[in-house]
C-alpha cells in the first residue's frame, strides 16, 4: 500500500508542474490571439454564418497554421533583438517605407476602435437600454485610463482575465441546436462556389485572422518583457536563453491562436445554426447578430453573445491602440512602454490616448461605420502583404537576428503565409462590392 502511493505520488506534481509552466508560458501571444477577435471579427465571423452557414468553417483550418506562424515570427523578432517590428525596420531599412507603413496602420488601427467602440456601445445599448453614444465614450475613457494609469504587471493580468470574455461564445454554442454532422462537413471538406460573395467573404476571414497590428502588438510585448523581467535579455546578447524563450513563444502562440479560432468556429457555428437555418442572412455589426439571435435563441444566448462583444471590446481596443502607439513611437525613437509612468513616455501615452479619442469620434462622425469598417479591413490587408514580406526578409538577414534567423518549416510557412495574404487583398480588390 504504501509502495504504490508512493509511486503514484510524482504524478500530480508532475500534472501541477506541467499546468504551473503553461500558465507562465501563456502572455503575448495569448493576448494576442484573444484581441484577433474584437467586435469587428465578431461581425464578420456572424456574416458568414448567417449567409453562408457551416460552408466556411474550412477556412479557420486553413488559416491556423498560416496565423501561428506569421505570430510565432513576430514574437521571435522582439524576443531576439530586443525591439518591435518598427524599431527593426528603422534601423535597418528604408524610413520612408516604415513611415508609409505606419500611417496606413494608424488610420486603419484607428477606425478599427471606432467600429469596435461602436460596437460595444450598441451591445450594451440592446442589453440594458440606454444612450449608445454615452457609452461609447465611456468605454473609450475607461480602455484609454487603464491603459495610461495602470501599473503593466497588473494591467497584463487584467487583459489576461478579460481573455475569458471569449468564453461566452462558447456558452452560446452550448444553448443552441447544433446539427454537428453539418458542422464537421463543412469544417473538413472545403466547399467552394464561383459567387464573389462567397470568395469576398474568405477573403474577409482571411484578413481579420490575419491582421498587422496584431504582429506589431505581439513583437512589442515580446521586447517590453524583456525590461520587466530581470533575467531575460536579448537574444542577440544572451544567446542560452533561447531553447527555452522559443519554446515558451511556440506554446504562447499555439494556444493563443488555437483559442482565437475556436471562438471564431464558435461564432459560425452559433449564426449557421440559428440565423442561416431561419433565413437571417444579412448581418452587418456584432450588435445586429446578438439582437437577431434573441428569438430564435433565447434571451440568455443573446445576453452572453452581447456581454461577450463587450469583454472582447475592453481587450482589443488597448491592443489596437497600443500597436500604434509603439509603431509611432519606434519610428520616432520616443520612449515608449506600458511599463513606463505617464510623464516619462509622454508621447507614446498621448498617441493612446488620441488613438482611442479619435476612434470614439468617428462614432459622432456621418461617416458609415460599415463603410468605414470595410476600408480599414482593405488598407489592413494592404499593409499586412509589405509588413509581412519585410518580417521574412528580417528574419532571414543575419544582420537583424544574428544565429537565430529563422529557417526549415516555419519558414516555409511565413513565405506561404505571406504569398497567401497576397492572394486574398488581390482577391478582396477584384470581388470587392460596391462600397
Known amino acids: 500500500m504504501t509502495v504504490a502511493g508512493a509511486s503514484q505520488s510524482p504524478k500530480p506534481n508532475r500534472a501541477a508542474s506541467v499546468r504551473s509552466r503553461l500558465i507562465r508560458a501563456l502572455g503575448p501571444g495569448l493576448i494576442t490571439g484573444a484581441a484577433d477577435d474584437d467586435p469587428s471579427g465578431i461581425a464578420t465571423y456572424s456574416q458568414a454564418g448567417a449567409q453562408f452557414g457551416f460552408t466556411v468553417s474550412w477556412t479557420l483550418l486553413f488559416t491556423y497554421p498560416l496565423m501561428t506562424a506569421v505570430q510565432e515570427i513576430s514574437a521571435r523578432i522582439g524576443r531576439t533583438t530586443g525591439a518591435g517590428i518598427a524599431g527593426n525596420m528603422r534601423k535597418h531599412y528604408s524610413i520612408w517605407l516604415l513611415r508609409t507603413l505606419v500611417v496606413l496602420l494608424c488610420f486603419a488601427n484607428t477606425v478599427n476602435i471606432g467600429a469596435d467602440l461602436g460596437a460595444m456601445g450598441d451591445a450594451l445599448a440592446v442589453l440594458i437600454g440606454g444612450p449608445r453614444l454615452l457609452y461609447v465614450i465611456l468605454f473609450g475613457t475607461l480602455c484609454a485610463t487603464l491603459q495610461i494609469f495602470m501599473r503593466y504587471a497588473r494591467y497584463v493580468s487584467l487583459l489576461r482575465w478579460l481573455c475569458l470574455a471569449l468564453f461566452a461564445y462558447f456558452g452560446t454554442v452550448l444553448v443552441v441546436q447544433v446539427p454537428w454532422g453539418e458542422v464537421a462537413l463543412g469544417l473538413f471538406v472545403p466547399t467552394f462556389s464561383s459567387d464573389g460573395a462567397f470568395w469576398s467573404m474568405v477573403v474577409a476571414i482571411f484578413g481579420t485572422t490575419i491582421s498587422p497590428y496584431l504582429f506589431f502588438w505581439q513583437a512589442s510585448q515580446e521586447a517590453e518583457e524583456i525590461k520587466i523581467v530581470p533575467e531575460r535579455k536579448p537574444l542577440l546578447r544572451r544567446p542560452g536563453q533561447a531553447a527555452d524563450a522559443f519554446e515558451r513563444i511556440r506554446v504562447d502562440t499555439y494556444v493563443g491562436m488555437g483559442l482565437s479560432n475556436l471562438v471564431a468556429l464558435a461564432i459560425i457555428i452559433t449564426t449557421a445554426a440559428t440565423l442561416h437555418r431561419s433565413g437571417v442572412t444579412d448581418i452587418q455589426t456584432s450588435a445586429q447578430a ?100 519585410v518580417m521574412m526578409v528580417m528574419t532571414g538577414d543575419r544582420n537583424v537576428m544574428g544565429k537565430f534567423t529563422i529557417k526549415g518549416p516555419l519558414r516555409i510557412i511565413g513565405w506561404f503565409a505571406t504569398g497567401a495574404m497576397t492572394a486574398s487583398v488581390i482577391g478582396m480588390l477584384l470581388t470587392a462590392r460596391d462600397y
Open 290 to 389: 446578438a439582437e437577431a439571435l434573441k428569438p430564435l435563441a433565447g434571451p440568455f444566448a443573446f445576453a452572453i453573445f452581447a456581454m461577450g462583444i463587450i469583454g472582447t471590446g475592453l481587450l482589443s481596443v488597448p491592443v489596437l491602440a497600443g500597436s500604434a502607439a509603439y509603431a509611432l513611437g519606434e519610428t520616432h525613437r520616443w520612449r515608449i512602454g506600458l511599463d513606463r509612468r505617464p510623464m516619462q513616455a509622454t508621447e507614446f501615452y498621448v498617441a493612446i490616448a488620441l488613438a482611442t479619442m479619435i476612434g470614439a469620434a468617428l462614432n459622432f462622425s456621418p461617416i458609415n461605420p460599415i463603410k468605414a469598417l470595410y476600408w480599414s479591413a482593405v488598407i489592413n490587408g494592404i499593409v499586412a502583404v509589405p509588413v509581412m514580406a
